[in-house]
């Protein structure tokens, strides 16, 4: 597989080249989404931004348990990253998080922390193709209250949104079939996982990819997402150069969903391995 996301990737770069290039000496923030330490998080949220602020990371992403917050909660989080520089330019939203209900919510508590993004981190159970039109559907219309709020909306994608449905993969119905305003968040290995290139995706999107998971995978048993950014088969350089030249990549977030470190060491693993491969 890693022989043929070369040879794919490589095409794909070529046919970027066309494209309006962003300045290669632009430095594009390195951010954690905090799953990655979702159990201190949980255990004591404010201590867990901290350190990671501490590492170096730039940017946070909360995800849907932070929808649990009051108002009040979200404005004291907001002082801790603004003492601490960091900022949250997006947020992790399960499905239920965009219904009518609750996506007012979302939106007063995204506007306090000062992001950005509400993403859409998962369809759900979706059933054939006309399923996946009616997330897009769902998208489109959240994009419309979003939009008035001052933020825009996203979709972040897992395994079966490249994994061909009908002959099609649903990530493209997804992607046709929103506005341009709406994000897709680009998850690298899941997309690598079921032997799609990310680098093609990328520049065939070009100017959606504003936000990328930065998630690594390998096959075998003791692999998969267990190994840390940078160890795994995804072709980061590949990666980073349609980003940046072609995506319009606006903010990067490692993901460590599990390794063989503590949560906070992989964290600061995988920050190093970053500053290595951007060097």
């Known amino acids: 597989m890693t022989g043929s996301l070369s040879r794919r990737s490589f095409v794909a ?15 594009i923030p390195v951010g954690l989404e905090l799953y990655s330490v979702r159990d201190e998080l949980a255990k004591d949220p404010e201590a867990t931004v901290g350190a990671v602020a ?7 992403e909360f995800y849907a348990p932070y929808l649990d917050w009051t108002a009040d909660k979200a404005r004291g989080m907001r002082k801790l990253m603004d003492d601490l520089g960091i900022r949250c330019n997006s947020t992790h ?20 922390l000062g992001s950005r993004y509400v993403v859409m981190s998962s369809a759900g159970k979706v059933d054939g193709l006309d399923g996946w039109k009616k997330v897009a559907d769902r998208l489109t219309e959240a994009s419309e209250k979003v939009g008035a709020a001052g933020l825009q909306t996203g979709y972040h994608n897992h395994q079966p949104e490249f994994t061909p449905v009908e002959g099609k993969r649903p990530i493209e119905v997804i992607a046709a079939n929103t506005p ?10 899941t997309c ?30 003791d692999k998969g997402y ?3 950014f ?6 980061w350089a590949g990666v980073f150069e349609a980003a940046e030249s072609a ?4 903010f990067y977030l490692i993901e460590q969903e599990g390794s063989r470190y503590p949560a906070f060491e992989g964290a600061a693993r995988c920050l190093a391995n970053w500053k290595k491969l951007k060097a």
Not at 54 to 60: A, I, P
Not at 230 to 235: D, L, S, Y
Request: glycine content about 12%; proline content about 7%.
């Open 13 to 27: 770069l070529a046919g970027a080249a066309s494209l309006t290039r962003a300045s290669a000496a632009a430095r």
């Open 192 to 221: 690598v996982e079921v032997g799609s290139d990310p680098v093609a995706w990328i520049v065939a999107n070009p100017g959606r990819i504003r936000s990328i998971h930065c998630k690594d995978w390998a096959p075998g048993p």
């Open 180 to 189: 341009k305003g709406v994000m897709l968040q680009l998850d690298v290995g």
């Open 93 to 112: 939203n399960n499905a239920p998080s965009f219904s009518a209900e609750k996506l007012p919510k979302a939106i007063e508590l995204n506007n306090i």
């Open 226 to 228: 267990r190994v840390l």
């Open 54 to 60: 501490k590492m170096g990371y730039e940017v946070v």
């Open 247 to 250: 995506g319009g990549v606006e």
């Open 230 to 235: 940078g160890e795994g088969v995804a072709p």
